[in-house]
């Protein structure tokens, strides 16, 4: 193998507070009646299962097809919410009935164990950088204990890799140091932004495509894990749309690069949303990943998952010596964290979650396990990303909620 090409996909969806009760943003849209918002969450909810449904239709032919995927603790809970209530198998689109989500991924892991590798990631989906450092770890737990409900221990052992909700990671040394103590108390790796990386700007093109073919190690102080890089999207933009042609094509020319550099095969880790916009919704899959792997693969060009490849050409992480430096202020995939911290209400929303998160931490350990899916729910990023009023209320509305609960325990 002189490439390995390993598509991941990151899937989220909030929840809502709606006529007195929470549900996911996607069971609201389903129930929408806007046409348009009911037929893009059918999208998105086939969108979720689109891993499972084709890595079991290459596998069960005998090709060998691999995938990256992290979901949030939330939208894991809200997608097992549908099934059991049945909304799932009530979904049909043209042709084609939907079926239930979370039975799909149960039945490719006990058939094909070796095609999907989760990653772990917050369960809330809160942006790091403005999260209380002292929440990170029960973000990080909570979801562990999500994952392990609805997947049970024996594949919860095989979650070796960590995604930082929208690749959100601090650079201040003191932070960086703490959240890399946190993601290693239960995972080996996890994945970056090239953006993230000091003088990222100034680098020339085949210096960026060099650093992320391959693994680094990333020291802050007395702590240190390994990190893989997401290409950047000028390179291969995934959810923009590539199709599998493309992608091979872009992986000969990572090579050629790569080899000016390392005689190991180089690592081409393309990451986007898994669900959001017509690319993901409707084509990835039919024009990307499954003519990729039936049609591409050869014994120039292949796949594995990271951990895999980490294990087969670095002997499992322990040859990655080659240290990495990231940017003073942090980064996150969109580059700078402008869409989480800038703005009176994102400034509001932050005080407000900081405020809580202090009363949280009054409170004795027991009274914690009664409100702190309370807490980490508030720190949900949507509520200040999108930088409308509806999502705001929202995020109001959530903490709000944790406040209460809190007071009463009191």
């Given at each position: 193998?002189?490439?390995?090409?390993?598509?991941?996909?990151?899937?989220?969806?909030?929840?809502?507070?709606?006529?007195?009760?929470?549900?996911?943003?996607?069971?609201?849209?389903?129930?929408?009646?806007?046409?348009?918002?009911?037929?893009?969450?059918k999208l998105m909810l086939r969108a979720y299962k689109n891993p499972a449904k084709y890595v079991e239709m290459l596998s069960s032919k005998g090709f060998k097809p691999k995938i990256m995927l992290d979901f949030s603790g939330v939208l894991l809970e809200?997608?097992?919410?549908?099934?059991?209530?049945?909304?799932?198998?009530?979904?049909?689109?043209?042709?084609?009935?939907?079926?239930?989500?979370?039975?799909?991924?149960?039945?490719?892991?006990?058939?094909?164990?070796?095609?999907?590798?989760?990653?772990?990631?917050?369960?809330?989906?809160?942006?790091?950088?403005?999260?209380?450092?002292?929440?990170?770890?029960?973000?990080?737990?909570?979801?562990?204990?999500?994952?392990?409900?609805?997947?049970?221990?024996?594949?919860?052992?095989?979650?070796?890799?960590?995604?930082?909700?929208?690749?959100?990671?601090?650079?201040?040394?003191?932070?960086?140091?703490?959240?890399?103590?946190?993601?290693?108390?239960?995972?080996?790796?996890?994945?970056?932004?090239?953006?993230?990386?000091?003088?990222?700007?100034?680098?020339?093109?085949?210096?960026?495509?060099?650093?992320?073919?391959?693994?680094?190690?990333?020291?802050?102080?007395?702590?240190?894990?390994?990190?893989?890089?997401?290409?950047?999207?000028?390179?291969?933009?995934?959810?923009?749309?590539?199709?599998?042609?493309?992608?091979?094509?872009?992986?000969?020319?990572?090579?050629?690069?790569?080899?000016?550099?390392?005689?190991?095969?180089?690592?081409?880790?393309?990451?986007?949303?898994?669900?959001?916009?017509?690319?993901?919704?409707?084509?990835?899959?039919?024009?990307?990943?499954?003519?990729?792997?039936?049609?591409?693969?050869?014994?120039?060009?292949?796949?594995?998952?990271?951990?895999?490849?980490?294990?087969?050409?670095?002997?499992?992480?322990?040859?990655?010596?080659?240290?990495?430096?990231?940017?003073?202020?942090?980064?996150?995939?969109?580059?700078?964290?402008?869409?989480?911290?800038?703005?009176?209400?994102?400034?509001?929303?932050?005080?407000?979650?900081?405020?809580?998160?202090?009363?949280?931490?009054?409170?004795?350990?027991?009274?914690?396990?009664?409100?702190?899916?309370?807490?980490?729910?508030?720190?949900?990023?949507?509520?200040?990303?999108?930088?409308?009023?509806?999502?705001?209320?929202?995020?109001?509305?959530?903490?709000?909620?944790?406040?209460?609960?809190?007071?009463?325990?009191?």
């Amino acid at each position: 193998m002189d490439v390995c090409y390993v598509p991941w996909l990151h899937m989220h969806q909030p929840l809502v507070f709606i006529e007195n009760k929470i549900v996911s943003n996607l069971e609201k849209m389903l129930n929408s009646k806007d046409s348009r918002e009911n037929w893009d969450a059918k999208l998105m909810l086939r969108a979720y299962k689109n891993p499972a449904k084709y890595v079991e239709m290459l596998s069960s032919k005998g090709f060998k097809p691999k995938i990256m995927l992290d979901f949030s603790g939330v939208l894991l809970e809200s997608l097992l919410e549908l099934d059991e209530k049945g909304i799932s198998e009530e979904i049909v689109i043209g042709n084609e009935k939907v079926g239930a989500v979370i039975k799909s991924y149960l039945d490719v892991l006990q058939k094909f164990p070796k095609a999907i590798e989760f990653a772990g990631t917050a369960y809330s989906h809160c942006y790091f950088p403005v999260t209380p450092e002292e929440d990170w770890i029960l973000q990080i737990e909570e979801w562990r204990e999500t994952f392990k409900r609805i997947f049970g221990l024996r594949e919860l052992k095989k979650v070796k890799g960590f995604w930082l909700p929208e690749m959100g990671i601090p650079g201040k040394k003191e932070l960086l140091k703490k959240l890399i103590k946190c993601i290693k108390e239960y995972y080996d790796w996890m994945i970056l932004p090239i953006q993230s990386v000091q003088s990222y700007e100034s680098l020339p093109y085949e210096k960026i495509i060099q650093l992320v073919c391959k693994p680094h190690l990333l020291k802050c102080l007395n702590e240190e894990i390994i990190v893989i890089f997401r290409v950047p999207t000028y390179f291969i933009d995934q959810q923009a749309g590539c199709d599998a042609k493309g992608v091979y094509e872009k992986c000969l020319e990572a090579k050629k690069i790569f080899s000016k550099s390392s005689d190991k095969p180089a690592l081409v880790v393309t990451a986007s949303d898994g669900e959001n916009g017509n690319v993901m919704m409707n084509e990835f899959f039919p024009n990307t990943f499954l003519p990729f792997f039936t049609e591409m693969v050869n014994e120039k060009i292949s796949s594995l998952t990271v951990s895999e490849f980490l294990q087969e050409f670095y002997d499992e992480g322990r040859e990655v010596k080659d240290e990495i430096e990231l940017k003073e202020l942090g980064a996150s995939w969109i580059d700078g964290h402008e869409s989480w911290m800038l703005g009176p209400k994102r400034v509001e929303a932050i005080k407000r979650i900081k405020e809580l998160s202090s009363e949280f931490h009054k409170l004795s350990e027991e009274k914690k396990e009664k409100v702190k899916k309370w807490l980490l729910i508030a720190e949900t990023s949507c509520y200040v990303y999108w930088g409308i009023d509806y999502w705001f209320e929202q995020g109001k509305k959530f903490a709000s909620l944790a406040k209460e609960k809190i007071k009463l325990l009191k």
